[in-house]
């Protein structure tokens, strides 16, 4: 007895938009299991985890803080992903974009005026974009595999960041803490409504980011190119397409849009380097893109679901007492059940036992 | 012929087919279709594209499940589930388009569908010997990838002959094949009819199907039209059947070259081969001037591929006047690069080369023309002007006559006959200065075959240069002013259509010397 998956005759297009949410829902049925296990009630657990953290308006702000890197990273992502090119190293891009804006604050902190923010928020994009280049130029030179050297370079980034903060970056005045100088105001990101909460700018990067990525994808010829090369490459080549140039193009831009999303957060949330400046952003952007179903703008709303669940998470450390990792395993049941259910919607599941055998077989022997 | 006859009469029906209908949406594919297929028959199925063949055989094979109407076999009721079933019943299938893993082997691809766990040795040591005792012969140890569609047809006729099934279905078989290797097939057909098994054999090539065949079923728009022995029907009696009026040939109009300017030549063009088991292309030179078709012949597998990669730019030359279009270097151009020099191309593969499976004809039809048509079909900024593209598109829907069931379909959703008009019409439409097709119209049936070559010709007396690329020599003598045929990555002289006989190309296809076939013609 064995499970096999047979490939639908027809995919059904109510169910390919409908299965965001029956993921949603399975994500919601199986954390209720889970809440019941660790013996806590789970409507207070879901209200705690998914409606305390957007009831006031201060709160909203924050889910906004937490979303934007999320859909800046989902955004440039989905552009990789339906070129079927695997970018796993978003994170890694985002630190790099990060520490690269960071030059002039940190190391410059006298230079001042209106050019530096933009100055900053370039040249993150270049770091960003630089770093991602790293991966295509090994894979279209010497046919590595860029879910490794992505993932891999994620680390490399990391552990630069950490030994910049404690090292060569460390603020001489900050008592040795591992951390750079409070960037001065002028590489401050502005706040959206400083009256009403903290957002910043970054949300509105992330909202232009997904019009123009969507506009690039369904109006383009470049758009159109991603989606040839992506989905048949041998035709993507006979229109004159270059699988290499697009895996530059791909890598590039999500890049910088990961590394905007890294000098925002650091320019605008946190206001200086440290240690750690991000809680997996780049992996849950992932999240983000599938749930979103690879399309711009359905990556907004995904980005806005996946902010809440760390917002709950830290509700739910406060209130209930539970850990705060709560949220990474809801994220990574909602990618699960977002993967399972496309993958059911292309694929239905056969058992393979002796069954289909017993019923042939002796037919075949009257026969004889 | 006569053991076959009184095999036919001692036993009963080994299929049985009644009422079987199946319905898409609001298309009905196959309308209550009756079908009996004896014992050590041969039996053809007719029809033009879209008439039902494929829906038809699928539901034999399991793998649609029809409305209604029943399926006996051998006398027993069956219900054909999944195709798995409808091997165990003893039912094998030759697919027209191949279910082949190009990164696999022959023999591990065989091996993946007898799922009894043999080791890969035993399989590939079965194989061949079944392949030669069979006459198709076949190397187990090939990368699939590498083999030309002909081969890879041996691949699943072998696959499906292993399974030692009792009703062997074959959809256009003959369609990648020389007049030769037809033969030898003819021959495994007629062999396997005489051990007793039956064969269900798919075919629009009327010319075989009245030698091969022992009965014949014509189905038009989904219905049953007729049972008739072939034999004792004429080509174009069948063909009326089929289509339901007269299929008129291609006319080719004579035409002198006589000081027409070249505007598609080769000189000395070589290509290493681009992987262990391909062809390499070994000095190759030809010419086709403004008016003329020329046609290359050859076996599946001499590098007709690789010359048509090395044409179309998708693989480009490192000298720059090997290939020359419209006098202008083109070698190191890459393939739109070739076509803003009005140069077209027709890929032999439609799904997934020709075509993206998954998207729009509209887009499909951006695909190859984004370049050339720029000014129309793409904006300010890089913006596609779809609603350019769609008018375009149905246009050429229009003039092809392209039978679909949606405004703008994915390519996927055609059949192979009308995407190939769909393909074919595309780069028509651009009124291409160079034109360069590879297999034309395999799989397409004679309606649609006659259209495309109607068009072929007419694009060439319009002043175009056309080479034509094809295993189908019949196509070849129809359209073609000359014959070039190609052997073992080398292509022979042209030869004039008037000076072109079958036995004089066969020949050379079979890898007679250019210089040799002459004298070996006067001996013979």
Known sequence: ?368 | MGGTVSAQEGTANLLEVRGLTKIFGTLTACDHIDLTIGKGEIHALLGENGAGKSTLVKMLFGSLEPHSGEINWDGQSVRMTSPSVAKKLGIGMVFQHFSLFEALTAAENIALSLDDGAPIGTIAAKARALSYSYGLPLDPDSLVGDLSVGERQRIEIIRCLLQAPQLIILDEPTSVLTPQEADKLFETLERLRAEGKSILYISHRLEEVKRLCDRATVLRHGKVVGHCNPREETASSLARMMVGNEVKSAERTPITLEGAQELLSVCGLSRKPAGPFSTPLKNIWLAVKAGEILGIAGVAGNGQGELFEALSGEVQQTSADSVRIRGKDAGRLDITGRRLLGAAFVPEERLGHGAAPRMKLSENLLLSRYATDGKAFVGSGGMVKNGAVYDAAQRIIKIMDVRKSAPDPEAAALSGGNLQKFIVGRELDRQPTVMVVNQPTWGVDAGASAHIRQALIELARGGSAVLVISQDLDELFEISDAIAVMHNGELSKPIPIAEATFERIGLLMGGAEPGHVDQKLETA
């Open chain 1, 1 to 368: 007895m064995r499970l096999e998956l047979v490939k639908r005759p027809q995919r059904s297009m109510l169910f390919s938009a409908l299965s965001p949410f029956i993921a949603f829902g399975l994500t919601i049925v199986a954390g209720a299991i889970l809440f019941a296990l660790l013996g806590i009630n789970p409507l207070t657990a879901f209200y705690t985890y998914f409606i305390s953290p957007i009831t006031e308006v201060w709160q909203l702000h924050e889910l906004a803080i937490k979303a934007a890197p999320l859909i800046l990273i989902a955004v440039g992502l989905s552009v990789c992903f339906r070129s079927n090119i695997w970018n796993i190293g978003a994170e890694g891009q985002f630190v790099f974009g990060a520490i690269v804006g960071s030059v002039i604050p940190v190391l410059y902190p006298d230079m001042q005026g209106p050019f530096v923010l933009p100055l900053m928020l370039l040249m993150g994009m270049v770091g960003g974009a630089a770093y991602a280049a790293i991966p295509a130029f090994l894979k279209t030179r010497f046919n590595t595999n860029e879910i490794l050297t992505s993932l891999m370079l994620v680390y490399v980034a990391q552990l630069f960041l950490d030994w910049l903060v404690r090292g060569p970056w460390r603020d001489p005045k900050g008592f040795n803490f591992p951390q750079t100088v409070q960037f001065n105001p002028s590489a401050v990101l502005p706040e959206l409504m400083p009256m009403s909460g903290r957002a910043n700018l970054g949300f509105v990067f992330a909202l232009v980011a997904a019009v123009l990525v969507w506009i690039l994808m369904s109006r383009m010829l470049k758009g159109f190119e991603i989606r040839v090369l992506g989905s048949s490459p041998r035709a993507g080549r006979f229109a004159g397409f270059s699988f290499n140039r697009m895996v530059f193009f791909a890598f590039m831009l999500s890049g910088a849009l990961a590394g905007l999303a890294g000098i925002s957060e650091v320019s605008g949330a946190i206001g200086q380097l440290q240690p750690s400046i991000s809680p997996g952003y780049g992996f849950t952007a992932i999240i983000v893109a599938f749930l979103g179903r690879l399309n711009p703008l359905g990556i907004v709303a995904a980005g806005l679901v996946l902010g809440l669940t760390y917002l709950g998470g830290e509700a739910a450390q406060s209130v209930l007492g539970i850990s705060d990792k709560v949220a990474r395993v809801f994220q990574g049941m909602l990618l699960f059940f977002v993967l399972g259910c496309d993958t059911l919607i292309h694929y239905r599941i056969r058992l393979v036992g002796l069954a289909p055998k017993l019923d042939a077989s002796p037919k075949l022997e009257e026969a004889h």
